[in-house]
T-cell receptor, first 106, second 114 residues
Framework: GNSVTQMEGPVTLSEEAFLTINCTYTATGYPSLFWYVQYPGEGLQLLLKATKADDKGSNKGFEATYRKETTSFHLEKGSVQVSDSAVYFCARELIFGQGTELSVKP | DTGVSQDPRHKITKRGQNVTFRCDPISEHNRLYWYRQTLGQGPEFLTYFQNEAQLEKSRLLSDRFSAERPKGSFSTLEIQRTEQGDSAMYLC????????????FGPGTRLTVL
């Protein structure tokens, strides 16, 4: 069936480090892909999305490229900040990954 | 735009009781979704509506669960004869109405079944 798999956390990084959170999906066709973020004590909110193959979504310094060849939508950021500490969810329409907790230390 | 609201925010009930949750979506949004989330997991899809029509329902959804959206605005999710395994955060989200649209999530209702 359709699924979304993302790397397990928690991920702990120092401030200004490079971040990659891997996400792969299975699907028939080409679904829209999303990254949602949940900051401590808050609800889920959209971080970025891509609606077709080769699209790149970007927001707040985060980027993810829709790769149909590898069925992936990895999240990257060149220099993380303490304020990026949150749980990140990869999703395709109705299906969410299990979430990856990111902790950034000063 | 007041966002998606859910009521109540917390519910504690005894096993076997019925509970009902309410979700008010963003006013111009045609789609409304219900998810369940347990600790350390992502949201698990339960069901969604396009206006008042319930278009899809998860095969994992027990017959004890029912959802309505009678006028295409707010929605209710009822759980009958609650079990301890129903303890979770119940999330509501809404979107404009296409698969490519962003879902906007409410704060959730945390259910604890004793």
């Amino acid at each position: 069936g359709n699924s979304v798999t993302q790397m397990e956390g928690p991920v702990t990084l120092s401030e200004e480090a490079f971040l990659t959170i891997n996400c792969t999906y299975t699907a028939t066709g080409y679904p829209s892909l999303f990254w949602y973020v949940q900051y401590p004590g808050e609800g889920l909110q959209l971080l970025l999305k891509a609606t077709k193959a080769d699209d790149k979504g970007s927001n707040k310094g985060f980027e993810a490229t829709y790769r149909k060849e590898t069925t992936s939508f990895h999240l990257e950021k060149g220099s993380v900040q303490v304020s990026d500490s949150a749980v990140y969810f990869c999703a395709r329409e109705l299906i969410f990954g299990q979430g990856t907790e990111l902790s950034v230390k000063p | 735009d007041t966002g998606v609201s859910q009521d109540p925010r917390h519910k504690i009930t005894k096993r076997g009781q019925n509970v009902t949750f309410r979700c008010d979506p963003i006013s111009e949004h045609n789609r409304l979704y219900w998810y369940r989330q347990t600790l350390g997991q992502g949201p698990e899809f339960l069901t969604y509506f396009q206006n008042e029509a319930q278009l899809e329902k998860s095969r994992l959804l027990s017959d004890r669960f029912s959802a309505e959206r009678p006028k295409g605005s707010f929605s209710t999710l009822e759980i009958q004869r609650t079990e301890q395994g129903d303890s979770a955060m119940y999330l509501c989200a809404s979107s404009l109405g296409r698969d490519t649209d962003t879902q906007y999530f409410g704060p959730g209702t945390r259910l604890t079944v004793l």
